[in-house]
């Protein structure tokens, strides 16, 4: 994936993730985004698949040095992608199959790319998913800033940060509360959310 690509997506999500409470008509939602549903079941199912291919990959999530554990970070992958793709698709842009097939090939054909993908916390089975995001997402960009050179990718990531708060993510605080103001000495996506305890054992074996 091109490094523009990855850059805009590091810019938008440290600026553009909004935060607000579950209320109890949500339980067992792990996330909601724009009115759709990140289940609990969703988000242990896809960390079981991933903590497998980490296993199959023989790395450990310690080595990645993720900033969060791994529930915490395979949710907000998956929350911010749908979140990306809803934003996008609203605005009319598209993305092709074919596209992240190219997307995919030029990152070193579907293997080396699914293990770049693991480094980022993103199962198997949601790689097209996430790169379909980011894809919309850096199209967004580049629609809203009138084209690809810097001072046009800073204009349209100004914009889409705006359109992104409002369409906040709505995070079950079990899994803590959204850091907004990350930073090298604060560098965790999450924070303790102090009397809504600890982050969920994933359950194995289901």
């Not at 080595?63 to 749908?82: N, R, W, Y």
């Not at 693991?118 to 997402?137: E, F, I, K, Y």
């Amino acid at each position: 994936m091109k490094s523009t690509q990855v850059r805009v997506i590091l810019a938008v999500a440290a600026a553009g993730v909004a935060l607000t409470a579950c209320s109890p008509a949500q339980a067992g939602a792990a996330a909601i985004v724009g009115g759709d549903r990140i289940s609990s079941g969703e988000l242990d199912g896809t960390v079981r698949e991933y903590e497998g291919a980490l296993a199959k990959a023989n790395v450990s999530a310690s080595q990645l040095e993720f900033p969060g554990s791994v529930p915490q970070v395979v949710l907000f992958q998956l929350a911010t992608a749908k979140q990306y793709t809803k934003l996008a698709e609203s605005k009319g842009v598209k993305v092709t199959d074919t596209e992240i097939d190219q997307a995919i090939t030029a990152a070193g054909g579907e293997v080396e790319y699914e293990q770049q993908m693991l480094q980022q916390a993103v199962a198997p089975s949601r790689v097209r998913d996430h790169t379909r995001a980011t894809l919309l997402l850096t199209k967004l960009v580049a629609k809203y800033g009138g084209g690809t050179d810097e001072a046009a990718m800073k204009r349209g990531q100004d914009r889409v940060v705006k359109d992104l708060q409002a369409m906040p993510i709505t995070w079950n605080p079990r899994y803590g509360r959204i850091n907004e103001q990350r930073s090298q000495a604060q560098p965790l996506l999450f924070v303790d959310a102090g009397r809504f305890g600890a982050i969920p054992a994933v359950k194995q074996g289901r």
